[in-house]
Nanobody, 124 residues
Framework: QVQLVESGGGLVQAGGSLRLSCAAS????????MGWFRQAPGKEREFVAT????????YYADSVKGRFTISRDNAKNTVYLQMNSLKPEDTGVYYC?????????????????WGQGTQVTVSS
């Protein structure tokens, strides 16, 4: 069973950048598509980005397109989310998730394994 641990969250001013990491253990994630979701206070968890098993295919929510970049290093069993030009509305808990499929999904229910999340707070 895969375990996921996110890191890299924190407090940043609007316009700043953060890089989130998702380290996997237990087994390789090389045959998993991976995704990032976020949840703001009082709101449902929402899709942010996903990447295929090989890293050659990515897809983003419209709200983060052009500002966020998802990537992976299968040799390190790690997935990243580079977040630039952050806005206060990007504030929330960011979760990494693994989908036992070759290509990612925007659907919460398609993901089999979840991390505990890392808090991102963007001040105005």
């Amino acid at each position: 069973q895969v375990q996921l641990v996110e890191s890299g969250g924190g407090l940043v001013q609007a316009g700043g950048s953060l890089r989130l990491s998702c380290a996997a253990s237990g087994r390789t994630i090389s045959r998993y598509a991976m995704g990032w979701f976020r949840q703001a206070p009082g709101k449902e968890r929402e899709f942010v980005a996903t990447i295929s098993w090989s890293g050659t295919s990515t897809y983003y929510a419209d709200s983060v397109k052009g500002r966020f970049t998802i990537s992976r290093d299968n040799a390190k069993n790690t997935v990243y989310l580079q977040m630039n030009s952050l806005k206060p509305e990007d504030t929330g808990v960011y979760y990494c998730a693994a989908n036992h499929a070759l290509y990612g999904s925007t659907l919460y229910s398609d993901y089999d394994v979840w991390g505990q999340g890392t808090q991102v707070t963007v001040s105005s």
